[in-house]
């Protein structure tokens, strides 16, 4: 699985022109699943991201957590993270995992990242829908996880 994971002042997702939901201040998280991803690549990232310590402390020192902010969480599906450019000009996303995998994949990391933070912080988009996010980014401050790279399964 890839993240990318913004600070966010606030977010919005809209579908057709309205909001389909909206979060204060916290993070977007714009998630990837590959095919060869696990329920364990799921929980792993999910239980990073909420730990991930990218807020400021009283001191100014990005000491702190999403879950010690009590901030909320919007969680986007993003298949072309994997887009694999090597060759050519068009990206080839043969390595993101197929829709049904891929959307039980991310609604597990959902659940995973609700019963962290509390049901009520966790926000989404639409599952293979077309949306548009809006967001105000908090810094900026962008980091870019990946299961694999970061070893967060113990592969």
């Known amino acids: 699985m890839k993240a990318v994971i913004q600070r966010v002042r606030k977010c919005a997702v809209r579908i057709n022109g309205a909001i ?18 696990s329920e364990t690549d799921a929980r792993s990232l999910a239980d990073k991201s909420a730990a991930l310590r990218i807020f400021e402390d009283s ?28 060759r050519g000009n068009r990206p ?10 891929a959307e039980r994949l991310y609604n597990y990391f959902v659940g995973c990242l609700q019963k ?14 077309m949306m548009d996010v809006e967001l105000v980014n908090d810094g900026p401050v962008t980091i870019i996880i990946d299961t694999v790279e970061n070893d ?3 592969k």
Do not use: C
């Open 20 to 37: 389909e939901s909206e979060i204060g201040p916290g993070i977007l998280i714009f998630l990837g699943v590959h095919e060869e991803d």
């Open 59 to 86: 001191a100014g020192k990005m000491n702190l957590s999403v879950k010690d902010t009590r901030g909320s969480a919007m969680v986007v599906s993003q298949f072309t993270l994997y887009g694999e450019t090597r």
């Open 92 to 101: 080839n996303f043969m390595r993101a995992a197929r829709p049904e995998p």
């Open 116 to 129: 962290s933070l509390g049901k009520e912080k966790v926000a989404t988009g639409i599952f293979r829908e």
């Open 152 to 154: 967060l399964d113990g």
